[in-house]
């Protein structure tokens, strides 16, 4: 899987005695975890996620959050979730074939006594390959529950008000479109919680949420590290699972 649901109330509920190396280890073993689909093994996970200096806080939430089993460490809950993202891919395909039996898709391609035409080659998109454009989109397809549909223009235009320092959006690629969908209906299923989870409700959360943001110097650049560099966020680096849940948290707050 390339990508998982991620929910900020849930997680942080869990993890709130975590430490910040701590907190980094389990996102990393759980989109390890999730970009495998298999169990991990103890030896050399440190290094696989990119931690060989932090092996005892590795394997202190390895065996805390993931279950031993004979293969190695699994995680049931994420086990559930790739089970079911791969029965809705076959769910997809078997309903494709059916639809490709009854002639429906293919006389709608090429109708009866036409000329045959060339065939059409989809070729899936890959890491290499995002589609990439400059104009963003209004919003998105409906969807079949009752969150609210993601308002990407409105978010960025949210962003760039409250944070005019900050990098601005030129480009809006498929990648930076699923975390800001994902990031948009993680608020909205927190807001249906308490009140009616409406457009207007998420998007005076969003603006809030920059406002918070704008707070903090060193998310602004107005801190400078060991180097006379100062570090400044963009949008694509704040809907970042990880970095979402800690600038809600406050650890960007500090300084």
């Known amino acids: 899987?390339?990508?998982y649901?991620?929910?900020i109330g849930d997680y942080k509920s869990h993890t709130h005695h975590l430490s910040l190396i701590e907190d980094i280890a389990y996102r990393r073993l759980l989109d390890h975890y999730y970009l495998h689909e298999v169990p991990i093994k103890q030896r050399d996970i440190a290094r696989q996620i990119g931690m060989r200096d932090y092996e005892q806080e590795v394997l202190t939430v390895l065996d805390e959050f993931f279950?031993?089993?004979e293969d190695g460490f699994i995680h049931p809950r994420a086990d559930a979730e790739i089970a079911k993202f791969k029965e809705f891919i076959e769910a997809g395909k078997r309903g494709a074939a059916k639809r490709w039996s009854k002639g429906s898709i293919r006389e709608a391609i090429s109708p009866p006594n036409a000329t045959p035409i060339a065939t059409i080659n989809h070729k899936p998109i890959t890491n290499n390959q995002e589609d990439?454009?400059?104009?963003?989109?209004?919003g998105e397809p409906e969807a079949k529950d009752s969150l609210p549909v993601c308002?990407?223009?409105a978010v960025m235009d949210l962003y760039h008000q409250h944070l005019?320092?900050?990098r601005?959006?030129?480009v809006w690629n498929e990648t930076r479109k699923g975390y800001l969908k994902q990031r948009w209906r993680e608020v909205a299923a927190d807001i249906g919680q308490s009140r009616p989870a409406t457009q207007e409700a998420v998007l005076e959360w969003w603006a809030?949420?920059?406002?918070?943001?704008?707070?903090s110097k060193f998310l602004t650049g107005k801190v400078n590290s060991k180097d006379g560099r100062a570090f400044v966020a963009d949008l694509e680096w704040i809907i970042k699972p990880s970095n979402f849940a800690k600038i809600i948290e406050g650890k960007y707050h500090g300084t």
């Open 208 to 215: 809030g949420f920059f406002q918070h943001i704008n707070k």
């Open 5 to 7: 649901q991620f929910h």
């Open 67 to 69: 279950t031993s089993a």
């Open 168 to 170: 601005r959006v030129e």
């Open 164 to 166: 005019p320092t900050l």
């Open 1 to 3: 899987m390339h990508y």
């Open 151 to 153: 308002q990407h223009k």
């Open 132 to 138: 990439t454009y400059i104009c963003p989109p209004d």
